[in-house]
């Protein structure tokens, strides 16, 4: 389309090592696409504007999110951890947050999310949800509970509620859709980014 083309000329990376990430994503088939340009500089603008000091991720993989939410925290004194279940990944994404600067800012915890969530203590005042489809139900009501009130929930592919090619995913984000907008102590909307993007503020 004409106006991704034209969005996707204005957008930039931080830096070079973005690009790569995203190079190497494509030629594999063992990693889940990241985030992408748009969402990644939301997340950066969200961290700059909030200026939350604790940061939770859920899905780290090559640590292309975890760059641009960590070279924002770095700026504005905060930290980030990150959570990813696949022992290769993590291997990965600390090796690309230490060539991006970022191992004083980033702490990557490898595990289920469902069970490390009880070890973290709160509150974080921005919490990404991009881990496994399955996961996204499961740990709604733990990551509400860490967040304080005005803290911000953005979960990555809630459009795969009706573009996944597999039943179980389009299943997965559709109960948690439902479920997102069913709270009544977050006030929750949609954005047609990429996948889609549901952003919700903890009243």
Not at 107 to 130: K, N, R, T, W, Y
Request: glycine content about 8%; proline content about 3%.
């Amino acid at each position: 389309m004409q106006q991704d083309n034209y969005v996707e000329k204005l957008l930039k990376h931080l830096l070079p090592l973005q690009e790569d990430i995203l190079r190497d994503e494509r030629q594999r088939d063992d990693v889940c696409p990241s985030v992408g340009k748009e969402l990644g500089r939301m997340l950066h603008l969200l961290i700059l504007a909030t200026r939350p000091q604790k940061v939770l991720e859920i899905g780290t993989s090559m640590g292309y999110a975890a760059i641009w939410m960590g070279t924002a925290l770095k700026q504005t004194g905060g930290k980030l951890i990150t959570i990813e279940y696949h022992e290769r990944l993590v291997n990965e994404a600390r090796i690309n947050l230490e060539k991006a600067g970022l191992s004083d800012v980033v702490s990557v915890h490898q595990g289920m999310a469902e069970d490390l969530l009880d070890e973290l203590e709160g509150p974080f005042g921005l919490i990404l949800q991009d881990g496994g489809t399955r996961t996204y139900k499961e740990t709604l009501d733990k990551l509400v509970d860490k967040l304080p009130s005005g803290g911000l929930l953005v979960a990555d592919d809630v459009l795969f509620a009706i573009h996944a090619q597999r039943e179980r995913p389009k299943q997965n984000m559709s109960d948690f859709n439902r479920r997102l907008f069913e709270r009544q102590d977050l006030f929750s909307t949609i954005l047609s980014v990429g996948d889609g993007l549901s952003l919700s503020v903890k009243k």
